[in-house]
């Protein structure tokens, strides 16, 4: 079964809301004479980008992620991450109180180094964040779907993105082009976040095997079974 991970970075005034859908896929890939074993291939495909116009009151804005989320290829097998960094846990709540159709995971982001997890928040470093998006663009690992709405903007967004050291040593990720935003890149990368925190093992951090075709079908049978 294919895994859909969602990532919601809200807006404030001048910032859109944007809401990303990265699908997570499982494949077998070629025989290694070496290993006496298929190859697990796992890949991240970017589905879905949105921006909710400017002034959307925010409680539309959580009947549109809801709505979102309970599409019928992702009802029952996606897990949503939303920013509640800047506007409070108002917002998460009422998302919260909206019933989502996946498990809800509230993100603080921070300038950090370390993650960290507190009253049902969270606490996960900017760096993480985009340097874990950059990594899976450059290995190849997270393709953008062909004619993706807004996918060329966040391509420029993620152009745009440079480190600043402040004056105490810290690292700061933000945009250098004056009227860039940051909205896309922030949705995608939590997308992937969220991704990878449900499946920590997978190739990106290192490659997995299955020990024939068979196995592979075991694993895929074994999983639906868990979720009844």
């Not at 809200?10 to 990265?22: E, N």
């Not at 922030?186 to 449900?198: D, G, L, S």
Request: aromatic share 10%; hydrophobic share 40%; net charge neutral.
């Amino acid at each position: 079964m294919d895994w859909y991970f969602v990532g919601v970075d809200f807006g404030q005034a001048s910032d859109f809301t944007v809401i990303a859908v990265v699908e997570r896929t499982e494949t077998t890939g070629a025989w290694d004479a070496a290993k006496f074993a298929f190859k697990k291939e796992v890949g991240l495909q970017l589905r879905y980008l949105e921006r909710i116009p400017l002034g959307t009151p925010y409680p539309e804005v959580v009947e549109r992620v809801v709505q979102v989320t309970r599409w019928p290829e992702l009802a029952g097998q996606c897990r949503l991450a939303v920013d509640g960094t800047g506007v409070g846990r108002s917002v998460v709540d009422l998302l919260r109180m909206a019933r989502p159709g996946c498990v809800l995971m509230a993100v603080n982001i921070t300038g950090g180094l370390m993650q960290t997890q507190e009253g049902g928040y969270y606490g996960v470093p900017k760096r993480d964040l985009i340097l874990g998006l950059q990594v899976l663009l450059q290995r190849g690992l997270l393709r953008i779907a062909a004619g993706l709405e807004h996918g060329k903007n966040l391509v420029k967004e993620m152009s745009a993105m440079q480190v600043k050291i402040s004056p105490a040593g810290h690292e700061q990720y933000a945009v250098w082009r004056e009227g860039t935003h940051d909205d896309l890149v922030f949705a995608v990368a939590i997308a992937c976040w969220n991704a990878q925190n449900a499946y920590p093992n997978d190739p990106a951090g290192g490659e997995q095997w299955w020990t024939n075709r068979h196995q592979a079908d075991a694993a895929r049978i074994f999983r639906k079974k868990d979720k009844k």
